[in-house]
């Protein structure tokens, strides 16, 4: 019951909030054009990821114990990824594109304040001596960064159409939940379900067809705390073939975001230039409509996170 409460109150802290967040973007004129590459037909709010983010921050005050550390450390570097997606979507605004090296210095900044919190991938359970492997420091910390932001870059990338990175976002935090209780974390249980109500609150305004975008400081945000409940939670104590659980959680935006890079670059392409290679955009090329992309990449992103599932059951 603690962790329906958590998903409820998330969802109604949400839920109210993010018709203020519409009106205060419309009011200041913080809104995303319409462009050749982006499809919508008028200018939408990008304050949603803002209405998300105080939905967490106020579901973690109320909740989440202790307050130690590691607890401000994350929501400390959450607010800086926060933000540098704030400056990113403000040059959107203006019809602009923001630098991706002052984006990646804030995110590997903020990762790495998580890291020196204790936030770490630390290294793995020896399948034939059943000892302990613990990596070399060096080795722990750029796995963990790589991990983090790499997490943060493929849930921003695949925020391209209506309720898709919001709902690949619940999808992940429900299962990151489910292997946070089996594994018996419930500090990571209880971020995980307050990152589920969360989302699915501001899904009320981002189905097709979206009231208001969550904007690269939602998707940077949601992806960013993915990447930490993981490696805090499901990397925990693993074996090496359950490493796989928290990547198959992931999975789509995962796997969709290695084949973009690798096409990006066998085109002789910048990889973080924008353009439309990723699936979503490559199933709309098809004849598929927005609400049959959204629920086909949901069904595979289920299915991959069931497997994670299956996996963790059976203990491998």
Known sequence: MRYLFILLVGFLIVFVVTPYMEKIAFKINFVDLPTKRKKHERPMPLLGGVGIFIGFLLGCFIFIRPFDKKFFSILVSAMLVLLIGLVD??????????????????????????????????????????????????????????WIVGVTTVINWCDGMDGLAGSLSAISATTLFIVALVKGQPASAEMSILLVGVTIGFLRYNKPPAQIFMGDSGANFLGFML????????????????????????????????????KRFLNGKPIYKADRSQIHYRLASKGMNEIQVVSFICLISMCLCLLSIILLLLKL
């Open 227 to 262: 990447g930490i409940i993981a490696l805090d939670g499901a990397f925990k104590q693993t074996t090496i073939i359950s490493i796989l659980i928290p990547i198959l959680a992931l999975g789509v935006p995962i796997f969709d975001n290695i084949f973009v890079i690798i």
């Open 89 to 146: 979507d403000w040059y959107k605004t203006k019809g602009k594109e923001f630098g991706i090296l002052p984006r990646l210095a804030v995110q590997i900044i903020a990762a790495t304040i998580v890291y020196k919190a204790g936030v770490v991938f630390q290294g793995y359970n020896n399948p034939f001596t059943h000892s302990y492997i613990v990596l070399p420091e060096f080795l722990q910390f750029s796995l963990s960064i790589i």
